[in-house]
């Protein structure tokens, strides 16, 4: 990111906090939300639970790999890693509670629900259909990206948000500013 700041014509590590300058304008915002953020509910720290992005709130999931109990609710799946049989674990359950810095609510552009098998059940039934339709039509490339974005290698791996997030975004992803 440094080069792409000196191409830009801006000094990346210009540590200026004089609010008189675009730099030290820049350089106070960026501070104060780092410094909210360090507190809103992400755990971003490790305060919450030993541990930065590590699950606070002690959640079971409703279903077992073998049972399902709510078929609204998420069932963890057994799924074979690196040769491993591993059960998948929700590993950011309290996602929900961070605070958004950039929107007025968590819900601000939420979609609306998904169809639930309690209220719905064939509409619920299509809908899955769909999701098998379209899982079974995916290209190479968005299979990819799917892999990619589910977190893979790392988080399947590891099982650790904070880990590859810090790994894909080193720098931005710190727990205090510093420049690139």
């Known amino acids: 990111m440094a080069n792409e700041m000196a191409q830009l014509g801006y000094d990346p590590v210009d540590k200026s906090q004089d609010p008189a300058t675009p730099a030290g304008i820049g350089n106070l915002a ?3 939300v780092i410094k909210a953020c360090h507190h809103d ?27 399902v109990i709510d078929p609204d609710r ?31 609510s968590a819900d601000q552009f939420r979609p609306s629900p998904p169809y639930t098998y309690e209220k719905n059940r064939d509409d ?35 099982l650790d948000t904070g880990a590859f997030w810090r790994n894909t975004f080193p720098g931005v992803t710190t727990t205090t500013w510093t420049p690139m």
């Not at 899955?128 to 892999?147: G, Y």
């Open 30 to 32: 960026a501070a104060e």
């Open 74 to 104: 998420w069932q963890p799946l057994r799924v074979i890693d690196h040769g491993d049989l591993m059960i998948q674990r929700f590993v950011t359950p309290f996602w929900g509670r961070v605070i958004p810095f950039a929107l007025t």
């Open 41 to 67: 509910g992400a755990n971003q720290l490790g305060d919450l639970e030993s541990g930065p992005y590590e699950d606070y709130t002690a959640y079971q999931p409703v279903n077992g790999p073998d049972r």
């Open 124 to 158: 619920y039934t299509r809908q899955a259909l769909d999701l098998v339709e379209i899982s079974a039509a995916l290209t190479e490339r968005q299979k990819m990206i799917a892999d990619y974005w589910a977190g893979a290698p790392t988080l399947r791996r590891h």
